[in-house]
T-cell receptor, first 111, second 114 residues
Framework: KQEVTQIPAALSVPEGENLVLNCSFT??????LQWFRQDPGKGLTSLLL???SQREQTSGRLNASLDKSSGRSTLYIAASQPGDSATYLC??????????WGAGTKLIIKP | GAGVSQTPSNKVTEKGKYVELRCDPI?????LYWYRQSLGQGPEFLIY????????DSGLPNDRFFAVRPEGSVSTLKIQRTERGDSAVYLC????????????FGEGSRLTVL
């Protein structure tokens, strides 16, 4: 059974720091992995989608990596800003259309 | 529309009442998903539509829950005889034709059952 874990559950860092969020999964047979952002009381915003054949994806200050063999993905945020404060969730798609979700990491960027 | 639209954004109802939640996906997206999210948790899969048909409804918790997508665009999630445990945010997402594609979510409908 595929399980997705995000550690830490919460993270607080000063503005301007580079940071890494972690996502691990137990079954390496995945089709893709997607990182989302969720602001309080809001829906989910897609940040990056990495197909199983890819190693990383970049969008602006965000870089997501994927290592299927070790069951890990990281989301790197460069030069963090207070507006980056949100909950970040990763989701893994397996051999069907269902996504298996982590519980998220709540990120707080202190001005 | 430009994004996935969900209505109502908030719904407060009494235990035992009937509720309908609506999702208007991105134009042209054939895949549509319903998820449910409780506080501090990741979304929980409910049902997946490909076109007009429910390709997988295995996530619906019981027969009080039902969803339709009669014309392959707008979908309605229907909950009968609501219970307090149904309180959650109900999220809708759509995706281009292939199921490996990126998911785009609406803002959700927050349901509170008193």
């Amino acid at each position: 059974k595929q399980e997705v874990t995000q550690i830490p559950a919460a993270l607080s860092v000063p503005e301007g720091e580079n940071l890494v969020l972690n996502c691990s999964f137990t079954d390496s047979a995945i089709y893709n992995l997607q990182w989302f952002r969720q602001d309080p009381g809001k829906g989910l915003t897609s940040l990056l989608l990495i197909q199983s054949s890819q190693r990383e994806q970049t969008s602006g200050r965000l870089n997501a990596s994927l290592d299927k063999s070790s069951g890990r993905s990281t989301l790197y945020i460069a030069a963090s800003q207070p507006g980056d404060s949100a909950t970040y969730l990763c989701a893994v798609r397996r051999s069907n259309y269902q996504l298996i979700w982590g519980a998220g990491t709540k990120l707080i960027i202190k001005p | 529309g430009a994004g996935v639209s969900q209505t109502p954004s908030n719904k407060v109802t009494e235990k035992g009442k009937y509720v309908e939640l609506r999702c208007d996906p991105i134009s042209g997206h054939t895949a549509l998903y319903w998820y449910r999210q409780s506080l501090g948790q990741g979304p929980e899969f409910l049902i997946y539509f490909q076109g007009t048909g429910a390709a997988d409804d295995s996530g619906l918790p019981n027969d009080r829950f039902f969803a339709v997508r009669p014309e392959g665009s707008v979908s309605t999630l229907k909950i009968q005889r609501t219970e307090r445990g149904d309180s959650a945010v109900y999220l809708c997402a759509s995706s281009p034709s292939t199921w490996t594609g990126e998911l785009f979510f609406g803002e959700g409908s927050r349901l509170t059952v008193l």
